[in-house]
C-alpha cells in the first residue's frame, strides 16, 4: 500500500510539472531524493518516463476536436468534397504535418543518444543550471515582449519554419534534463512572435508524438515482464498524472489569457537555487 501512495505522489507531480514550464525532471529528482520507490533501477528508469502516457491521455481528451481529423460531418474544410476523404479535416492533417516536422529534431537526437546525454547531464548541478538558465529566459523575453503584439495567433498562421524552430527548442530540453520540453517549447515560439495561447497549445500536441515514442522506446527496452506490483504501480501513477494534468491544462489556459509567464521563471530560478544547494552541501 505504501508503495501505491508513493505512485500517487509520483503522479501528482507529474501531471502538474509536466504542462508547467517548470521541469518535470527537476521535480522527479527532487521528490526521489526523499520519496524512493521500492523497485528495481531499470522499473524506475522506465517508469519515469511511462508514466508520462497518463499526461497525454489528458492532451488527448481536452483537445479531442482540435487534433481528431477523421469522422467530421460537416466537414469546414476536407480533403475532397466527396467520398471518404470528405469526412477528413485537412487543417488538422497539416497541422499534424507540422507537429511531426517539428519533432524531427528531438527523436533524431533521442534515438542516437539518449543514454549518453543522460548519463551526461542528468544529475542535480546539470538540472539546477538548466531550471535558473531558462527561468532567467522567460523573465528577460517577457519583459521584451511587453506591450508587443504576437505575430501569429492561431495554430493555422504556424508556418513549417516555424514548427520547425520550435522543434529546435524542444531539441533542447532532449539533450539537457532540466530546461522543461514545455518550457523549452513555450519560451522558443514566444521569441519569435507566437501568442502565448498558440505556444502552450502546440508544445501540448508536439508530447503526444514525443512522449508516445519515448514510452515506446522505454517499455521495449524494458520489457514487458511486469510483476503484478510493478504493473499496478504504473498504472497508479499513470492514472494520477492523467486527472491532475487535466486540471492543471485547464488552469494554464485560463491563466495565460491574463497573465504572462515570469512566475514560472521566478519559481524556476528558485527551485534551480535549492536543488543547487541541495545536492552540492547535503547529497
Not at 500517487?8 to 521541469?23: M, R, Y
Not at 517499455?219 to 506490483?229: A, D, E, H, Q, Y
Amino acid at each position: 500500500m505504501l508503495e501505491f501512495l508513493k505512485a500517487v505522489l509520483f503522479g501528482i507531480v507529474e501531471g502538474i510539472t509536466e504542462w508547467l514550464p517548470i521541469s518535470s525532471t527537476g521535480h522527479m529528482i527532487l521528490l526521489d531524493e526523499f520519496v524512493k520507490l521500492d523497485v528495481s533501477p531499470e522499473f524506475w528508469e522506465m517508469f519515469l518516463v511511462v508514466i508520462q502516457l497518463g499526461a497525454i491521455l489528458a492532451v488527448v481528451l481536452l483537445f479531442f476536436p482540435q487534433i481528431w481529423p477523421f469522422g467530421m460531418k460537416n466537414n469546414p474544410c476536407p480533403v475532397k468534397t466527396k467520398g471518404v476523404l470528405s469526412y477528413c479535416n485537412k487543417d488538422i492533417w497539416v497541422l499534424w504535418f507540422k507537429i511531426l516536422a517539428a519533432c524531427i529534431p528531438a527523436a533524431v537526437v533521442g534515438l542516437l543518444f539518449d543514454e549518453f546525454f543522460e548519463s551526461l547531464f542528468y544529475n542535480g548541478v546539470c538540472v539546477s543550471i538548466a531550471l535558473i538558465v531558462f527561468g532567467i529566459g522567460f523573465i528577460l523575453i517577457e519583459n521584451k515582449n511587453k506591450g508587443a503584439k504576437p505575430q501569429i495567433n492561431s495554430l493555422k498562421e504556424l508556418t513549417y519554419k516555424t514548427a520547425l524552430i520550435i522543434g529546435l527548442f524542444q531539441l533542447i530540453a532532449a539533450i539537457f534534463p532540466g530546461t522543461s520540453r514545455s518550457g523549452a517549447t513555450i519560451l522558443g515560439a514566444l521569441l519569435i512572435g507566437v501568442s502565448r495561447t498558440v505556444a502552450a497549445e502546440f508544445t501540448f500536441f508536439l508530447a503526444i508524438p514525443v512522449m508516445l515514442g519515448a514510452s515506446l522506446l522505454k517499455i521495449l527496452k524494458f520489457g514487458f515482464s511486469f510483476t503484478g506490483n510493478e504493473l499496478m504501480i504504473l498504472m497508479t501513477g499513470m492514472i494520477t498524472a492523467f486527472v491532475v494534468s487535466v486540471i492543471v491544462i485547464k488552469f494554464l489556459m485560463g491563466y495565460i489569457k491574463k497573465h504572462d509567464f515570469k512566475v514560472f521563471g521566478w519559481y524556476r530560478i528558485v527551485l534551480g537555487a535549492i536543488v543547487l544547494v541541495y545536492f552540492g552541501f547535503f547529497a
